[in-house]
Nanobody, 124 residues
Framework: QVQLVESGGGLVQAGGSLRLSCAAS????????MAWFRQVPGKEREFVST????????YYADSVKGRFTVSRDNAQNMLFLQMNNLTSDDTGVYYC?????????????????WGRGTQVTVSA
């Protein structure tokens, strides 16, 4: 099993920045892809960004391109999401996810392990 714990969420004004972190522990042996998703009440969980083990394959949702940057530190088993120029549309619970595959995907069903999420609230 793999445990994922997100941190770094909070309340920020529109135009501000936050940096989310995700700490992985447990059976983190494989060179697995990881991702960030987000969800607001009443809506389905949506893809935000994904990154492969080497950091060479990185994808973003169109809504966050140019504002968010995903990165990982494999030595520390950490995943990060730098979020800049935040808007109220970015409000939601952000989840860290880890696959059992090295292949990145925007499909939440491809990810086996999930954190409990961290709340991001952007005030207008």
């Amino acid at each position: 099993q793999v445990q994922l714990v997100e941190s770094g969420g909070g309340l920020v004004q529109a135009g501000g920045s936050l940096r989310l972190s995700c700490a992985a522990s447990g059976r983190v042996y494989g060179r697995d892809a990881m991702a960030w998703f987000r969800q607001v009440p009443g809506k389905e969980r949506e893809f935000v960004s994904t990154i492969d083990w080497y950091g060479g394959n990185v994808y973003y949702a169109d809504s966050v391109k140019g504002r968010f940057t995903v990165s990982r530190d494999n030595a520390q088993n950490m995943l990060f999401l730098q979020m800049n120029n935040l808007t109220s549309d970015d409000t939601g619970v952000y989840y860290c996810a880890r696959s059992l595959s090295s292949v990145v995907s925007t499909d939440s069903a491809r990810y086996r392990f999930w954190g409990r999420g961290t709340q991001v609230t952007v005030s207008a």
